[in-house]
């Protein structure tokens, strides 16, 4: 072999070298760029939402759950009144006579009471001015009896009893005989009802006469033997709690 062949032979072969090193790379930086696009892809796809856990879900109820209850919760209120005077109601109208419904007020001028006031009372031939305490936590007047006694008189029950002060010595006692309206249930203050009599008496406080339902009761440990509620007051007019003595003086507002 010539030298010119042998210079020919080493050039292809350094040709083929240089060449299929070059593939070699070229190839490899293929691969390599197309790597990133891969990444790409896969970074570019949008995460799902993370779903709220069960957890947080009822963290989010529970204030509207302990609202309701809130609101469900109404204080109960009672009205304060004289031991013994609480009546319980039998029926739809002595409820609505319990839940006080207020009322446009009148343009009439109304006549206005003391907390005590003098009431006359009478057995038909003598008449006893007593004290009486005019009571709006009451629902049905009271009056101080002693001596009661039920008894029939042309087929239907009547009571009688004695009306005095048992505060003043030298009070009289006026023997009072009446038609028996109803037994009354009066819840006393341990919690108990106790059965008493119940009668319409005529009686007057300043220059007004008026018939209203009197429950019988023993009214010794009272202010006041006579005790005025609100089923008599509301026909009366408007009571000053901070003044007594007012029916003769005619205060009108």
């Known amino acids: 072999m010539t030298n010119k062949s042998k210079a020919s032979t080493v050039l292809i072969c350094l040709l083929y070298l240089f060449c299929g090193g070059g593939l070699v790379t070229a190839a490899d930086n293929a691969v390599t760029e197309e790597k ?6 896969s970074e570019s796809k949008p995460k799902p939402e993370s779903e709220p856990k069960p ?3 009822k963290k989010a109820e529970e204030p509207d759950d302990a609202k309701k209850a809130d609101d469900s919760k109404e204080p109960a209120k009672e009205e ?3 031991p013994g005077d ?6 739809a109208e002595d409820a609505e006579a319990v839940i006080a419904v207020a009322r446009p007020v009148s343009a009439d ?4 009471y003391g907390w005590r006031e003098n009431v006359i009372v009478s057995d038909g031939k003598i008449e006893e001015e007593l004290q009486a305490k005019l009571d709006t936590g009451a629902l049905t007047s009271s009056i101080h009896a002693e001596e009661k006694e039920l008894f029939e008189r042309d087929g239907k029950k009547w009571v009688r009893f004695i009306v005095t002060d048992p505060g003043e010595k030298d009070s009289q006692r006026l023997r009072i005989e009446a038609p028996l309206v ?5 819840k006393e203050p341990a919690g108990e009802s106790e059965a008493r009599e119940v009668v319409r008496l005529g009686f007057k406080i300043g220059d007004r006469k008026l018939k209203a339902d009197f429950t019988l009761n023993n009214r010794s440990n009272m202010l006041s033997p006579i005790l005025i509620g609100r089923t008599t007051i509301k026909e009366l ?3 000053d709690p901070s ?8 205060v009108m507002r």
């Open 36 to 41: 990133p696009q891969k990444v790409e892809q």
């Open 55 to 57: 957890s947080e879900e």
């Open 80 to 82: 304060k009144t004289e």
């Open 86 to 91: 609480k009546e319980e109601p039998k029926n």
């Open 109 to 112: 001028p109304v006549q206005v």
């Open 182 to 186: 109803r037994i009354a249930l009066i």
């Open 237 to 239: 007019g408007w009571v």
């Open 243 to 250: 003044r007594a003595y007012l029916a003769d003086k005619k």
